[in-house]
């Protein structure tokens, strides 16, 4: 009974390729997350939706593209990918429009090459 | 914006040593702070959370952490750090935003080995 689960745990892609990593919940949560944590385990919130709606979108590359098809699904889309998007992209959900702590998944690690 | 400043970036112990993070935040508005723990290998997740009422809050492993509000910071402790206590810290805080909406801001992260 995974509650934040993503897919997939590896991915290891060229330069230049387009990627999806998709992420559910089964929580019943209104808030989805998308975190990139750098070599150096710093965490850095992308984007968030609450109930479907963006409500959060850092200075992040236009490159990326969060997408929430329901309340449950929360994907990220990376086009044109660059050495410097390798990272582990964490994806979180939590309640009450962000008040209340989040649930992480175990993570995508994305190498480029 | 929020920042959240965590001064002890690594941390090296034996066991039995007893543990203090430190982690600041700089938003004069309604907070809630947490602190979450990464294993080695694993997700993050929570520790402890403060919302409101009393200032010294319990978490899971016989970890606490102190809200002081004059001094905007939520440090963590624990009497007796375990080899198993290896991992990264986050101290995180959740701000409030227009709309009723919450944004969640990390710190850096600790990195704490315990030597057995």
């Known amino acids: 009974d995974t509650a934040v689960s993503q897919t997939p745990k590896y991915l290891v892609t060229q330069m230049g390729n387009d990627k999806s990593i998709k992420c559910e919940q089964n929580l019943g949560h209104d808030t989805m997350y998308w975190y990139k944590q750098d070599s150096k385990k710093f965490l850095k919130i992308m984007f968030s939706?609450?109930?479907?709606?963006?409500?959060i979108n850092e200075t992040v590359p236009n490159r990326f593209s969060p997408k929430s098809p329901d309340k449950a699904h929360l994907n990220l889309h990376i086009n044109s990918l660059e050495l410097g998007d390798s990272a582990v992209y964490f994806c979180?959900?939590?309640?009450?429009?962000?008040?209340?702590?989040?649930?992480f998944g175990p993570g995508t690690r994305l190498t480029v090459l | 914006a929020q920042s959240v400043s965590q001064h002890n970036h690594h941390v090296i112990l034996s066991e039995a040593a007893s543990l203090e993070l430190g982690c600041n935040y700089s938003y004069g508005g309604t907070v809630n702070l947490f602190w979450y723990v990464q294993y080695p290998g694993q997700h993050l997740q929570l520790l402890l959370k403060?919302?409101?009422?009393?200032?010294l809050v319990k978490g899971i492993k016989g970890f606490e952490a102190e809200f002081i509000k004059s001094k905007f910071s939520f440090n963590l402790r624990k009497p007796s750090v375990q080899w198993s206590d290896t991992a990264e810290y986050f101290c995180?805080?959740?701000?409030?935003?227009?709309?009723?909406?919450?944004?969640?801001?990390f710190g850096r992260g600790t990195s704490l080995i315990v030597h057995p």
């Open positions: 995180a805080v959740n701000a409030s935003a227009s709309g009723g909406s919450y944004i969640p801001t």
């Open positions: 403060y919302f409101s009422g009393d200032p």
């Open positions: 979180a959900s939590s309640q009450d429009a962000g008040r209340d702590e989040q649930f």
């Open positions: 939706y609450n109930n479907k709606e963006l409500i």
